[in-house]
């Protein structure tokens, strides 16, 4: 990459690091530079706007995830999430998104996110990020920003296959075709009113669910709550795609209705039910990473008013998430040292979720810096100095 924009990344990595935020006049004050702050500003925003080698910058990144995704058949976790911004104006492109907290629709963006998990810790990788707006040119739909994220990790893992883990909000036959044409793998949940065929006589999920009391016991913990599950699983069809044989999982345990899932994976073990169960378990890492994002980053206050600068700064967040997950999977002397000065309460034997204390801790360290992020960066100097001297 062209140096002004490798130093302009180095800048926003290590200001998100320090501040824990996506603001850029906080980034802005922990550079340190001296100059005025609001000169720092202008100088992030015009590179924001005149960045142009985002194609160098997925490729590097690219090369640090693959690694990750050498198995055969890759779980990738996916949901949408969204960006409220309720009292703003000027943004370019707001669109409408309900908010998830509250219920109620107001002023935003989508992001559609798509992401692997460590081998050792289960912690996020983004694979896939892409914020956007049902209000900016060229918009189609929310199915169609999904393809192009299918599309992108189908290319990105070549050969090996993808078994993609989605919520109900992806019970779709078109998003089910993508994922079958591309010769992948899905989870999804299904919605209850959906039809099924099941021995050649249709039955609606629920009826055909509470039919089913299950006979696999199982236990789960999730974000510190156990669940004493029973399971059991069927095969099944979906009328609009006759000749197709789908499993359909039912599990009782997490509440009074039963959750179901499908998928197209063949299962004839017990084994095999539970290991279905267990990727969809892990789908919660990636609503943590969301609350990360919002909580410890507070990407909901971002205020850069261009799509564009939108669409980088939450790539370059979705970058720092990874960073943070690739120095936890390590486990090594400086994640132990980072950890530390986070001064947390919980024991690290007791920790889900360590982003938390990851980017507390990396404030804690960084706020002690008084020179900002210059004497970090690599000044070329000339080899041998080519000014003509006069011997005295």
């Not at 309460?345 to 920790?351: L, P, V």
Request: proline share 3%.
């Amino acid at each position: 990459m062209q140096k002004p924009n490798k130093n302009f990344i180095l800048d926003i990595l290590f200001g998100m690091a320090k501040s824990k935020s996506v603001l850029l006049s906080n980034i802005a004050r922990t550079l340190e530079e001296p100059i005025d702050t609001i000169q720092t500003v202008k100088r992030l925003s015009n590179r924001m706007d005149e960045f142009h080698e985002t194609t160098e910058l997925l490729e590097n990144y690219e090369e640090l995830i693959k690694p990750f995704l050498q198995e055969e058949d890759n779980l990738i976790l996916v949901d949408n999430s969204e960006i409220v911004k309720p009292t703003a104006c000027k943004m370019e492109a707001l669109g409408q998104v309900r908010d998830g907290s509250t219920g109620k629709i107001g002023n935003g963006y989508w992001t559609t996110n798509m992401i692997a998990v460590a081998p050792r810790t289960k912690h996020p990788i983004s694979v896939y990020s892409h914020l956007y707006s049902s209000a900016e040119k060229g918009f189609i739909s929310e199915n169609d920003e999904t393809y192009k994220g299918l599309d992108y990790v189908d290319q990105l893992l070549g050969e090996k296959k993808a078994t993609f883990v989605m919520d109900r909000g992806y019970d779709n036959i078109e998003v089910m075709k993508k994922i079958l044409k591309q010769e992948n793998n899905f989870i999804i949940r299904l919605k209850k009113n959906r039809n099924l065929l099941y021995q050649n006589k249709k039955f609606s999920v629920h009826d055909l669910a509470i039919r089913r009391k299950g006979k696999i016991n199982f236990r789960s913990e999730i974000k510190g709550t156990v669940y004493d599950l029973k399971v059991s699983h069927l095969t099944v069809e979906i009328p609009s795609l006759k000749g197709k044989k789908f499993t359909m999982i039912v599990v009782y345990g997490y509440g009074k209705e039963p959750m179901v899932l499908l998928t197209n994976k063949r299962i004839q073990k017990k084994a095999e039910v539970i290991s279905v169960l267990k990727a969809y378990i892990t789908r919660w890492r990636i609503e943590e990473m969301f609350r990360v994002q919002k909580q410890e980053f507070e990407l909901e206050n971002i205020r850069v008013r261009t799509l564009p600068r939108l669409k980088r700064m939450f790539l370059l967040l979705s970058i720092m998430v990874t960073f943070m997950t690739l120095k936890i999977e390590k486990q090594n002397g400086f994640f132990h040292s980072v950890i530390e000065r986070a001064k947390g309460i919980k024991a690290k034997d007791q920790i889900k979720m360590f982003l938390y204390r990851f980017s507390a801790g990396m404030e804690a360290i960084l706020k002690k810096d008084a020179y900002g992020i210059r004497h970090f960066k690599y000044i070329e100097k000339p080899k041998d100095s080519r000014q003509l001297t006069f011997q005295l």
